[in-house]
């Protein structure tokens, strides 16, 4: 990863050699997903009112993940395709997006 930020948050890096993004959200059920909507606007370039909704394409999942979090030992996370990229959150708070084009649906 390169210590180069694509969005505006000194805890995320890019790998230049796949485009993938990692960045951190606060695991708090309360704020998980407004925090990885305005990732996905930033690193965008967009509003959050833009994008698509979050809960018609994956329900509460982000939220669920961190309400009543599994043991640490169970390392749970989550995968989906959103807005144009492949996301992985991890119930750290860890949030990888990779850009794929073919979630938009065009």
């Given amino acids: ?8 948050d000194e805890t995320a890096d890019t790998d ?5 993004v990692y960045a951190e959200i606060a695991p708090d059920p309360s704020t998980a997903e407004y925090d990885l909507l ?3 606007a ?4 967009t509003d959050i009112e833009e994008l698509p909704s979050l ?3 994956v329900d509460h999942f982000v939220e669920s993940l961190f309400e009543v979090p599994p043991s640490p030992a169970a390392q749970m996370e989550i995968r989906f ?4 990229y492949r996301i992985t959150i991890a119930q750290s708070g860890t949030v990888k ?3 794929v084009k073919e979630t938009l649906g065009e």
């Fill in 1 to 8: 990863m390169s210590e180069e930020d694509s969005i505006d």
């Fill in 55 to 57: 809960y018609m394409e």
């Fill in 38 to 40: 305005e990732r996905i």
């Fill in 42 to 45: 930033e690193l965008g370039g």
């Fill in 97 to 99: 997006l990779v850009p």
């Fill in 16 to 20: 230049s050699a796949t485009g993938a």
């Fill in 81 to 84: 395709s959103y807005a144009g």
